[in-house]
């Protein structure tokens, strides 16, 4: 659900990118910070120094979610949800409606803050890896 929220309102997105979402959005501190109407987010600085121990181990989070973004992405082109290209992914618009209130209420959530997600995505990788402190 996150992935695909995501590329459903960007349409495609750079791979080092997709590997970012699902650290961000499976963590309930930045969900429910983002998905708070009255946040703001002006850019990847400004929500880590807002939520300073949600980043503090980041590099573990991105390492733990790794196979599971891997797994999500091969299993969405399988379900021809998306089409994986040679340096992004793209988006192929379908009927699955990720507001369903059938898929429950923490998939709501995660739709709702990547509203705001989407905006940090579209900063460079490479200084959303430094920023974060990911070791590649």
């Known amino acids: 659900i996150a992935v695909l929220s995501v590329l459903s309102k960007m349409e495609e997105l750079e791979y080092p990118k997709i590997f970012l979402i699902l650290p961000l959005l ?4 930045i969900t429910a910070f983002v998905k708070n109407k009255n946040s703001k987010v002006i850019g ?10 949600s980043f503090s181990n980041f590099n573990k989070s991105f390492e733990s979610f790794f196979s599971l973004t891997f797994n999500s992405i091969c299993l969405a082109e399988q379900l021809n949800l998306i089409k994986i290209e040679q340096d992004k992914i793209v988006y192929i618009p379908n009927n699955l409606d990720l ?5 429950g209420n923490r998939a709501s959530d995660i739709v709702i803050a990547s509203n705001k997600i989407i905006e940090i995505l579209k900063i460079d990788s490479m200084e959303l890896y430094s920023t974060l402190k990911i070791r590649i």
């Not at 990847?44 to 121990?53: A, G, P």
């Open 44 to 53: 990847i600085q400004d929500l880590v120094s807002r939520r300073i121990s």
């Open 99 to 103: 507001l369903s209130p059938e898929l």
């Open 26 to 29: 499976l963590n309930d501190s």
